[in-house]
Nanobody, 123 residues
């Protein structure tokens, strides 16, 4: 059974850091492009970052310079390191996967989705 499970969310103060994990089971992430998305209350889901099968990375303008996406194929996991967090980063964060070389920050590109993890940035 193909499954993606996000973890690492929580409550953090502005300026703090969190590292989200996206663990895959039922398939090998080596052959997949991975995207991270988020959805804040009352807003549409938006792309945050993505990483291609060969490790090329992309970021939205709102997180560039603060977030870092990486993959550890040995652990079958993709990470999103989030630094200098702001209240506007508060959202449910989702990872998604597609068996292809190219990564995008378009929702419809991806075939598999995790259940999401809540990130709340507040003092």
């Amino acid at each position: 059974q193909v499954q993606l499970v996000e973890s690492g969310g929580g409550l953090v103060q502005p300026g703090g850091s969190l590292r989200l994990s996206c663990a895959a089971s039922g398939f090998t992430l080596d052959y997949y492009a991975i995207g991270w998305f988020r959805q804040a209350p009352g807003k549409e889901r938006e792309g945050v970052s993505c990483i291609s099968k060969i490790g090329s990375t992309y970021y939205s303008d709102s997180v560039k310079g603060r977030f870092t996406i990486s993959r550890d194929n040995a652990k079958n996991t993709v990470y999103l390191q989030m630094n200098s967090l702001k209240p506007e980063d508060t959202a449910v964060y989702y990872c998604a996967a597609r068996k292809t070389t190219i990564a995008t920050m378009t929702e419809k590109w991806y075939d598999y989705w995790g259940q999401g993890t809540q990130v709340t940035v507040s003092s």
